[in-house]
């Protein structure tokens, strides 16, 4: 029998690999999902398990508990809906859910959790409409009509996240299976509905452009990526009605995507169009399209990223403020935009292997991702500001109303962050290395065991804690191969030793080694992890004169919890002078205290003279992904030096 590339059982016939990004062009690929074992004692192995055993189960009793599961029920039995719950985007946490157990389904076999998602794919597909229509908000009895409100309904938003669930499925060997079906024909209905000769018009959120990429790739369908081009081809005409108080920005929807600058408007819907964009322009080897999106992400990291590695800094509209407005109290940081980032990040570097893609996605994975959840996998951040200026009344037990608060809470009335972390951390392995023709690259360390390209490594590390990395051969090919290790910009005094041999530089960027590697060789990668001082470039105001401290790969922070009685943080002083010091997994600083001016009329002196110190004290800092966990707190990355 002869499969045509467009054909389904051709597409079903070739395991790609459980990877979430399987480009169709280009010299790199991910390491499968199922190929890379976390230590459970880790830092990632850690959290992949909490995620599993916990917050996978837990956000599946507040989607039903809020009646978003039931809306699926509602549909399917044909009923007219009214004071619907959940917003009008709800049906996406549940695909988000769906995804994340697909990809962990992959890693191992759970019974339990199999049922879980039959049962919950079951429910959703009852509510399809027979021309592969999927929505509990729009177009049935008692909601307003299908696409009725494409700014802001989030149809094709919603059906995107169904796609990747679908494409987890068939990328960890399950392409028969239910969700892909019910995919595939919310895939042809899009096709159909917003092709050539249907609907010219885009979506107020894009993801379904990755979606469709995706899609295209894992089923073998082209036309699915035509339809992302169309997408991505459409943005930028202004076509898309603005809501007040927003802008045709906050949509992306200004400029076409190739002539834009930089990443604008809403953090969120900026990243995942790009993410999209860049599967559109490796597929169809659009290297004009693939450069403006290179040169807007650089221009974003260094112009309209936190250190943290988050994206963001404007509340109003979740969304990029102007070059440099970068303001630690009012970071808006969202978590979603994390996850998007590193799923930005990660197409770049596939498409073009460099060094500052997986550099981001480390710091973004440590810093933001890393820090929404609680130890337990059941409270979560939204926001991530890096000041905290009044600490919370209380920890939360119900849903937050907002998306900020000081405090972690268990769910939220827009849920996305909570199922974005739960997908991420399901197919978290996907990103810790790569291959290509020459051999393979080890892009995020972390205690466990990697196989890919006919090799076999364990990973031996305390990392982020410790600097010391040994990377151990259990197979490897028969034949001279690069190994490839990133040394991150901040380690400029890593060291690599090879077989035990003399111990030599290796300066940050790429460290490649290319030998007939045998079982039982040893690599022993050592990372300087010591804390030390960062300053902010001097043309973000907010923080001008102040400093931050980090160790290694983690932002550090103050948080009220470490101070003496009687001590704030607006009256810490750091003195600069001194180097910060390892204290366990954080840092120690010598600050100096100072009296804060007596309240007057306004909040302005005429006198820029600066208070004599009452006292000085050593301050324990810590991890930035552990804030809050303590209870509520004040806290602040960037400190006030002592003048």
Request: net charge negative.
């Amino acid at each position: 029998m002869t499969l045509s590339p467009s054909s389904p059982v051709a597409a079903a016939s070739v395991r790609e690999g459980a990877v979430p990004v399987a480009p169709a062009h280009g010299p790199l690929r991910g390491v499968s999902v199922s190929d890379v074992d976390f230590d459970p004692e880790g830092f990632w192995g850690r959290r992949q398990a909490v995620n599993a055993a916990a917050t996978f189960g837990h956000c599946l009793d507040w989607m039903e508990r809020l009646g978003w599961l039931s809306n699926f029920d509602h549909v399917a039995r044909g009923e007219t809906i009214i004071d619907r719950p959940g917003w009008q985007f709800s049906d996406s946490e549940v695909y988000k859910l769906l995804e994340g157990m697909a990809w962990e389904l992959g890693r191992r076999d759970d019974a339990e959790l199999s049922a879980t998602f039959d049962a919950l794919v079951s429910r959703v597909g009852a509510a399809q409409d027979a021309d592969g229509y999927l929505s509990t908000a729009f177009g049935h009895p008692g909601l307003p009509p299908r696409y009725s409100d494409l700014a802001m309904g989030h149809e094709l938003y919603t059906m995107g996240h169904l796609l990747q669930a679908a494409v987890a499925r068939v990328r960890t060997g399950r392409p028969g299976d239910a969700i892909v079906q019910i995919a595939r024909r919310v895939a042809d209905h899009i096709c159909t509905e917003f092709g050539d000769s249907g609907r010219d018009a885009v979506c107020g959120h894009p993801e379904i452009e990755l979606a469709l990429a995706e899609a295209g790739r894992a089923l073998g369908e082209r036309r699915y990526l035509e339809q992302a081009r169309l997408f991505v081809k459409r943005r930028g005409r202004g076509t898309l009605p603005v809501p007040p108080l927003q802008s045709v920005e906050y949509f992306q929807d200004d400029r076409p995507v190739r002539e834009a600058d930089v990443l604008r408007g809403h953090a969120v819907r900026a990243l995942y169009l790009s993410a999209g964009a860049v599967d559109v322009a490796v597929d169809t080897e659009d290297a004009e399209l693939l450069a403006a999106l290179a040169a807007q992400w650089e221009r974003t990291v260094a112009r309209r990223t936190y250190l943290t590695g988050g994206m963001g800094s404007r509340h109003q509209d979740e969304g990029f403020g102007e070059d440099f407005e970068l303001p630690a109290d009012r970071a808006y940081c969202e978590t979603c935009a994390g996850v998007a980032s590193v799923m930005f990040a990660w197409r770049l570097y596939l498409a073009t292997g460099d060094v500052r893609y997986p550099d981001l996605i480390e710091r973004t994975l440590f810093n933001v991702v890393a820090t929404s959840p609680s130890a337990d996998g059941r409270s979560f951040f939204y926001a991530n500001p890096l000041h905290q200026r009044e600490a919370a009344a209380e920890a939360l037990d119900g849903v937050n109303t907002r998306a900020e608060g000081g405090v972690r809470a268990p769910w939220f009335e827009v849920s996305c962050c909570p199922t974005n972390v739960a997908r991420t951390l399901a197919s978290l392995g996907a990103y810790v290395a790569a291959q290509d023709a020459e051999g393979i690259a080890v892009l995020q360390y972390a205690a466990g065991s990697i196989r890919i390209g006919g090799f076999a490594l364990t990973i031996d590390t305390a990392y982020p804690d410790a600097g010391r990395i040994v990377v151990r051969f259990d197979a490897a090919p028969a034949h001279p191969a690069r190994l490839r290790l990133r040394i991150p910009p901040w380690a400029s005094d890593a060291t690599v030793v090879v077989r035990g041999g003399d111990s030599s530089a290796a300066p940050p960027g790429w460290w490649d080694l290319t030998d007939t590697f045998l079982p039982g060789d040893e690599i022993v990668l050592e990372l300087p992890t010591a804390p030390r001082f960062t300053w902010p470039d001097p043309r973000i105001d907010a923080v001008r004169g102040a400093v931050a401290v980090e160790r290694g790969p983690l932002v550090l922070c103050a948080e009220s919890t470490d101070l003496p009685a009687g001590v704030s943080l607006d009256t810490l002083r750091v003195n600069t002078s001194s180097s910060p010091i390892p204290d366990g997994d954080g840092a120690a600083i010598e600050v100096a205290v100072t009296p804060l001016p007596v309240a007057g009329v306004m909040p302005y002196v005429d006198s820029v003279a600066a208070p004599a110190p009452t006292s000085t004290h050593p301050v324990r800092l810590v991890p930035y992904h552990r804030w809050a966990e303590r209870g509520p707190s004040t806290m602040r990355v960037f400190v006030p030096e002592l003048s």
